[in-house]
């Protein structure tokens, strides 16, 4: 069975520049989750989604930054303009809704804002 | 404002040996915690879990104990071995879905 896909693996972009990160969920699972993982704040939720809805969007750190689920086995992550600062690994991550606590992660996208 | 605190970054233990991962939470709303496994280039992977109303669960070389009074959870790997080596991250919940994710321990099981 494939797992959550994401792509690109990796994305090196310039200051300003819009970037789209992808995710494909595990087919079944209703909530899909984006995290950041950066070396002083660990791994920090952005927002998730429970059947394709928003349902906590608090962990998102600016307006610079949006996410969609448009259907339940596709999800985007895009900031714009990006910075420096966006320098990180961005995982997607899904999960049963009801039942089971355990979020199964994508391998990340490695983000370099220059 | 960390809710869960992993405050040993790093951990180097001898194969064979028992590793010990700590993990304080400081949210008392928080009743089910997990632990997770990272290699270099890989996504978390679940490794172990406990709820509240437990104050051991045990899998295999793994076990985690959890100690409400005082917000305080381990994981005890027995006996360690070389390909534990990876990132562990303790994390916690009090409502269905959303996890909180502690900072991470590096675990180097040396030869």
């Known amino acids: 069975d494939a797992g959550v896909i994401q792509s690109p693996r990796h994305e090196v972009t310039e200051m300003g520049q819009e970037v789209t990160l992808r995710c494909k969920p595990i087919s079944g699972h209703n909530s899909l989750f984006w995290y950041r993982q950066t070396m002083m704040r660990g791994l920090e939720l952005l927002i998730y989604f429970n059947n394709n809805v928003p349902i906590d969007d608090s962990g998102m750190p600016e307006d610079r930054f949006s996410a969609k689920m448009p259907n339940a086995s596709f999800s985007t992550l895009k900031i714009q303009p990006s910075e420096p600062r966006d320098s990180a690994v961005y995982f997607c991550?899904?999960?049963?809704?009801?039942?089971?606590?355990?979020?199964?992660f994508g391998p990340g996208t490695r983000l370099t804002v220059t | 404002d960390q809710q869960v605190k992993q405050n040993s970054p790093s951990l180097s233990v001898q194969e064979g040996r028992i590793s010990i991962l700590n993990c304080d939470y400081t949210?008392?709303?928080?009743?089910?915690f997990l632990w997770y496994k990272k290699y270099p280039a890989e996504g978390p992977t679940f490794l172990i879990s406990?709820?509240?109303?437990?104050d051991k669960n045990e899998d295999g070389r793994f076990t985690v104990f959890l100690n409400k009074s005082a917000k305080h959870l381990s994981l005890h790997i027995v006996p360690s071995q070389p390909g534990d080596s990876a990132v562990y991250f303790c994390a916690a919940t009090g409502t269905a879905s959303k996890l909180t994710f502690g900072t991470g321990t590096r675990l180097q099981v040396t030869l």
């Open positions: 949210n008392s709303m928080f009743d089910y």
């Open positions: 991550a899904s999960s049963f809704l009801t039942g089971s606590y355990e979020q199964y």
């Open positions: 406990i709820s509240s109303i437990k």
